[in-house]
């Protein structure tokens, strides 16, 4: 089976957890649903950065650390192929943050959830390449000295209006032409999971592969492959 895609075809793809855990990039959740004790809706929050900022920081420089130890899978490799081939047909919203689909050559995304190997300064806003962990000292900003936190669209966060705008805007451009693929997502986190059925209303196609298709969302979409994205997307592309 591949993909049908001529040369009026606009691809949109989602990338969810899913495709994240086939290299290995591990959740950080225990079986307890906790890490370390925590809550990691806990730590990973502005309320959790406020009241203790070296706890946070040790979650996300052991994310750094776990991040760098694995690759992209075949997976991120047939993306960021099939963008060479389709080029501005073609655009990825990820909800992953490890930086993986940059890694295996995607260009054109937008990281919807933030970047891990990012930070910012809380006054300042301005995000920076950022692949240091802080285990002891906390970083300051060099501008104001004000806390730098991890780039990241924490619980309670609005996700950035531009990289919404940019999705919209595609997906409205690309009309009935549109393919929307949902891959490693189980459709949980908003808005996100609405993408399918702004797709479905100006008439585009819309595909779900995941390992274990959600009752809530797979309904929702013309055609559900349950199965790995490395295993699958290769062959599709
Ligand atoms: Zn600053």
Known sequence: MALALDGETRVLVLTGAGVSAESGVPTFRGI??????????????????????????????????????????????ALAKLEQRMGERFFLATQNVDGLHVRAGSHRLVTMHGELFESKCVSCQKPFADSKTYFDTLPKCETCGDAVRPNIVWFGEMLDPAHLQRISSYIAAAGKKLLFLAVGTSGNVHPAAGLVDEVKAIGGTSWLIDVDPTAHYAPRFDRVIAGKSGEILPGLI
Not at 57 to 73: C, D, G, Q
């Open 32 to 77: 307890d649903g906790l890490w370390e004790g925590n809550r990691v809706e806990e730590v990973a929050s502005p309320e959790g950065f406020a009241k203790d900022p070296k706890l946070v920081w040790r979650f996300y420089s052991l994310r750094r650390e776990a991040a760098l130890k694995v690759s992209p899978n075949p997976g991120h490799v």
